[in-house]
C-alpha cells in the first residue's frame, strides 16, 4: 500500500523554540494532506488541511500562527510549531490520500516540550 | 457529519471473536461507514470500509443492518497483537475520496489477553 512518511519520530525541545516535523508521500503525488493532533487516551483531533500550493486551512481553534504549515510540492508538507510550550506536546499525525484509495497516515511525531 | 457512540473499552482473549458496534443514528444517505485501527504511537490504519448488508477482507468483517444506524467490526480468532483502539468513521467514502478530512471520535480500546 501507499506509504506516508513523518519524520521526526520524536524530538524533544526547549520551550520557546520552533520544531519542524515533515509529512511526506513516499510513493505517491498528494495535493491534499491533512495534519491531527493526539494527547495520551484521547482521539485524534484535525487541525488543518495542507494544500498544495495554497495556504492551509485551519480548524477552529487551531492557531495559524502557532502551527506554521507548508505544502510545497506534492509529496511534502511541513508543520512547524512555532515557539513551542509543554501544552503544546502531544503525537501530531499526518495523513494523505490520492484518486481512489483511503487515507493513509504517517507514523506519528511525539513532540515533547521541556 | 454523522456522530458515532462506540463503547470505550474491550477485553478479549486469544482465539476469540471480538465484536465492537458502533452507534451513528444520524447517519446520512450518502454516508458510508469505516473503521481505522491504531496501535500506540502509530498512525491509523485503514480497515474496512462499508455502506450495507455485509463486508469481509481478510482482516474483518463489517456488519450494516438495514436501517444502517449502526455496524458491528467482527474481528476472527485474535491474538496479542490485535490490542489497539479502533475508530469508527461515517462520512463521505474514504475511498474514490481523496481529500476528505476525517473525523473521529472516541474510539474503542481493545485488550486482547493471553
Known amino acids: 500500500g501507499a506509504v506516508v512518511s513523518q519524520h521526526p519520530s520524536r524530538v524533544i525541545c526547549k520551550s520557546g523554540t520552533s520544531v519542524k516535523i515533515e509529512c511526506r508521500s513516499l510513493?505517491?503525488?498528494?495535493?491534499?494532506m491533512f495534519w491531527y493532533r493526539q494527547f495520551p487516551k484521547q482521539s485524534l483531533m484535525l487541525m488543518a488541511t495542507?494544500?498544495?500550493?495554497?495556504?492551509?486551512?485551519?480548524e477552529q481553534g487551531v492557531e495559524k500562527d502557532k502551527f506554521l504549515i507548508n505544502h510545497a510540492s506534492l509529496t511534502l508538507s511541513t508543520l512547524t510549531v512555532t515557539s513551542a510550550h509543554p501544552e503544546d506536546s502531544s503525537f501530531y499525525i499526518c495523513?494523505?490520500?490520492?484518486?481512489?484509495?483511503?487515507?493513509?497516515f504517517g507514523q506519528g511525531t511525539r513532540l515533547t516540550v521541556v | 457529519l454523522a456522530k458515532t457512540t462506540q463503547p470505550i473499552s474491550m477485553d478479549s482473549y486469544e482465539g476469540q471473536e471480538v465484536n465492537i458496534t458502533c452507534s451513528h443514528n444520524?447517519?446520512?444517505?450518502?454516508?458510508?461507514i469505516t473503521w481505522y485501527q491504531q496501535f500506540p504511537s502509530q498512525g491509523p490504519r485503514f480497515i474496512i470500509q462499508?455502506?450495507?448488508t455485509k463486508v469481509t477482507n481478510e482482516v474483518a468483517s463489517l456488519f450494516i443492518p438495514a436501517d444502517r444506524k449502526s455496524s458491528t467490526l467482527s474481528l476472527p480468532r485474535v491474538s496479542l497483537s490485535d490490542t489497539a483502539v479502533y475508530y469508527c468513521?461515517?462520512?463521505?467514502?474514504?475511498?474514490?475520496?481523496?481529500?476528505?478530512?476525517?473525523?473521529f471520535g472516541g474510539g474503542t480500546r481493545v485488550l486482547v489477553k493471553p
Open positions: 495523513s494523505a490520500s490520492y484518486l481512489d484509495t483511503e487515507a493513509f
Open positions: 510513493d505517491f503525488q498528494a495535493t491534499t
Open positions: 495542507s494544500n498544495e500550493g495554497s495556504k492551509a486551512t485551519y
Open positions: 444520524n447517519i446520512a444517505t450518502n454516508d458510508y
Open positions: 462499508g455502506y450495507k
Open positions: 468513521l461515517v462520512g463521505p467514502p474514504m475511498i474514490k475520496a481523496a481529500g476528505n478530512k476525517l473525523t
